[in-house]
């Protein structure tokens, strides 16, 4: 297929999705606002405070699995989209600390859980950059890990990674010593196989690095290997993202996750793309083109043979697909994060690292005490909404198993808005299983907002049409 008659196939089902139909009905922000939903409660809206007993009674569970992250803040660039905690141009001492920072974080949790070992299901090492840390501190950041957990049990462990720093020697010796620790999986994030707009979203690589990074990853040979992807960039059109697509299918990835850009922040950092948008908005591309960009991220993966095995995640099959990200959303699995700003779920409560500063995680970690800045115990209502929101937005909700959580059927926990939902084709149910449709999943981040206390919905009401799927009419209070 041509790339216009693609694009224009691509515009032709976006058109059969009638999106106008959602906007009046409120289920689509105005002006093309989007905040995807990564977990429920959203991550930031913990509250401004910790509840004072937020651990009492904190016990680790072995029988319980659970998943692993740890957060590496480190990076060689800041990219002008980033919202993350991240630091850039840090020392080596300062890397250093922080490693000695984040194995206390660790040593500390163990004792609170009254463990020797903690057990991950699967894992992720995220940040920020994990390999921006050298060959030694990379060596020593597993040594830590392997101090605190058994990795005996975990199903996959997934490193991100960002390709100028995989080139090189040292770049081949962080792989190794990855995979010799158990790293399997590879987040490569490439964004855009477009050097024009690789500059101007601040990365310090260029498609020609991400090439050299993608053989020195073969060559040392992981389980599998996928591909970050951006869309909707200042710049970015569909024809510029349609090759970005073709490229990275040509190169034989397992899998892509497309991500459209984030331009609200869903944490305490606000990237300087916020500011962008604010003062030249005409700068980006119309939400019409974003659609048929995103509408195009299926079309090419499915022509690759790739399926969505998670939200927006296209790969060769489940073994490719994140478990990290399967384990705590499908399955529902506590999450337990170690390092600055890094989230938790355990055992219904909700809990966030210090994300302020490197000095101030160290500092509560020198006085010996757990760097949680906010949390909050779970209520019965954010069981049922966390419940059915993080399952609903990947591969469906169980109602029996929603039952046995919450105590009541999906029916009686939401029945306006599922009756909504059903109206516009957004959800259909097959047997035990209530999943989006096509329609649906293509509108998963929007359908998934329905089920939101209005305290923690990212727009204000006026930015939704006051129709029957306007998120807030489902919540007299
Ligand atoms: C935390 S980053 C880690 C990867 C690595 N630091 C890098 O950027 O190459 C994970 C992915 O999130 C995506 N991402 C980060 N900020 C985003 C934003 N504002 N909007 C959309 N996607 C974003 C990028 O595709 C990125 O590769
Ligand atoms: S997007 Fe990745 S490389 Fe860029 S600043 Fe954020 S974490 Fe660092």
């Given at each position: 297929m041509e790339s216009t008659e693609a694009i224009d196939h691509a515009g032709n089902l976006v058109r059969l999705l009638n999106v106008e139909e959602l906007q009046l009905a409120g289920l689509?922000?105005?002006g093309g606002l989007y905040y995807p939903t990564i977990y429920y409660p959203p991550i930031p809206m913990y509250g401004g405070s910790c509840e004072a007993a937020i651990l009492d009674g904190l016990k680790y569970d072995g029988s319980r699995p659970a998943s692993v992250y740890i957060h590496i803040p480190f990076c060689r660039s800041r990219c002008l989209y980033c919202h993350w905690m991240v630091n850039v141009d840090s020392t080596e001492r300062e890397v250093d600390d922080y490693l000695g920072s984040l194995a206390r974080e660790m040593e500390l949790w163990k004792e609170k859980f009254g463990v020797r070992k903690i057990h991950p299901r699967s894992m992720l090492i995220g940040g920020g950059t994990p390999t921006a840390?050298?060959?030694?501190?990379?060596?020593?950041?597993?040594?830590?890990?392997?101090?605190?957990?058994?990795?005996g049990e975990c199903t996959q462990v997934t490193c991100e990674t960002e390709p100028g720093s995989l080139l090189g020697d040292s770049g081949l010796e962080k792989l190794r010593i990855m995979k010799e620790n158990g790293v399997d999986r590879i987040s490569l994030g490439v964004q855009a196989f477009d050097d024009e707009s690789l500059k101007d979203m601040g990365?310090?690589?260029s498609s020609a690095d991400v090439m050299k990074a993608m053989e020195q990853v073969r060559n040392v040979g992981f389980r599998s290997f996928s591909v970050d992807l951006i869309y909707g960039y200042p710049g970015c059109t569909p024809e510029k993202w349609l090759t970005t697509l073709e490229t990275a299918l040509s190169l034989d990835v397992d899998g892509f996750q497309l991500y459209r850009l984030r331009i609200v922040p869903h944490g305490d950092k606000v990237g300087t793309i916020k500011t962008r948008f604010d003062t030249s908005p005409e700068i980006f591309p119309a939400v019409e083109e974003i659609y048929v960009m995103k509408q195009l991220g299926s079309m090419i993966a499915g022509r690759g043979g790739l399926v969505e095995t998670s939200r927006r995640l296209f790969t060769k099959g489940p073994a490719h697909t994140s478990h990290y990200l399967a384990d705590h959303t499908d399955g529902l699995m506590d999450v337990i994060g170690f390092g600055a700003s890094s989230w938790s779920n355990v055992q219904g409560r909700f809990y966030l690292d210090t994300g302020e500063s490197l000095d101030r995680y160290a500092a509560v970690?020198?006085?010996?005490?757990?760097?949680?800045?906010?949390?909050?115990t779970r209520t019965a209502d954010d069981q049922r909404r966390w419940a059915i929101a993080v399952t609903l937005k990947h591969n469906g909700v169980s109602k029996r198993r929603f039952r046995d959580l919450t105590g009541v059927s999906v029916g009686e926990a939401f029945p306006r808005q599922i009756e909504c939902l059903r109206k516009y084709g957004l959800v259909e149910e097959d047997g035990d299983m209530l999943s989006l449709t096509a329609r649906g999943r293509f509108f998963a981040d929007e359908v998934v907002t329905q089920f939101y206390h209005p305290k923690y919905l990212p727009f204000p009401r006026s930015a939704y049409a006051e129709g029957d799927l306007n998120p807030f009419s489902h919540d007299p209070s």
């Open positions: 689509i922000p105005k840390l050298s060959p030694k501190q990379t060596a020593r950041l597993f040594r830590d890990l392997k101090t605190a957990l058994d990795f990365r310090r690589h970690l020198r006085e010996g005490t757990l760097p949680i800045n906010r949390g909050k």
